[in-house]
C-alpha cells in the first residue's frame, strides 16, 4: 500500500512540475515575443532611412521605373530603396511565420503599408523572378497573402478597445 501511495505522489509531483514548467516557457515565450516585437517596430519600421525610403517606393518608385527588368536593374539610388524596404518586409515576414515575434500586434500595425509595399513591389519582385528563374521574397508575399484575409481591426474590438467617444471598435 505504502508502495501505491509513493507511486501516485510521486506522478502527482512530476505532473505538477511538468504544469510549472510550462506556464514558465509560456511566460517567457510571451515575454521574448513582446520584447522582438518592440525590437522590430522601434529599429526597422520607426528607422528614418526605411521610413523615407518606403515612402518613394510606394509614391515614386512606378511613376520613376519600369518593373520589367526587377529591382536587380534600377538604377543604384532606386535599386537601394526598393532592397531596403523588400528585405525589411520580408524579415519581419520570417520573424512572423516563425513565430518568433507577435504576428497579431504586427499585422494589425502594418497590415495597409504591408499591403500596399507589396501590391507595389509585386511586377518588380515577379519580374525578377522570372530573370532569376527562382523565388525571390517568398515570405513578405506569404504575409500579403496571409494580411489579405486578415482583418486588421478584429484585434481591436477583441481586445475591447474604444473611440474617442468612448464607444467601442
Not at 518606403?54 to 526598393?82: C, M, N, T
Request: a positive charge; one cysteine or more; aromatic letters at 10%.
Amino acid at each position: 500500500m505504502f508502495n501505491i501511495i509513493s507511486l501516485v505522489m510521486s506522478v502527482l509531483a512530476l505532473a505538477v512540475s511538468a504544469w510549472g514548467v510550462r506556464r514558465q516557457i509560456g511566460r517567457a515565450r510571451a515575454d521574448s515575443d513582446l520584447a522582438m516585437t518592440t525590437e522590430v517596430l522601434l529599429t526597422h519600421i520607426r528607422d528614418p532611412e526605411f521610413q523615407r525610403d518606403q515612402r518613394w517606393v510606394l509614391f515614386e518608385l512606378a511613376s520613376s521605373h519600369s518593373p520589367d527588368q526587377g529591382i536587380d536593374l534600377l538604377p543604384d539610388d532606386a535599386k537601394y530603396r526598393g532592397w531596403n524596404v523588400a528585405f525589411v518586409f520580408e524579415a519581419i515576414s520570417i520573424m512572423m511565420r516563425f513565430d518568433i515575434v507577435n504576428s497579431e500586434i504586427l499585422t494589425s500595425l502594418a497590415h495597409h503599408r504591408l499591403m500596399r509595399t507589396w501590391e507595389v513591389l509585386k511586377p518588380y519582385i515577379q519580374a525578377g523572378r522570372v530573370r532569376r528563374g527562382s523565388v525571390v521574397f517568398p515570405f513578405f508575399e506569404d504575409a500579403y497573402a496571409r494580411a489579405r484575409c486578415t482583418d486588421p481591426e478584429a484585434p481591436h474590438r477583441r481586445l475591447g478597445l474604444k473611440q474617442a467617444d468612448g464607444s467601442l471598435r
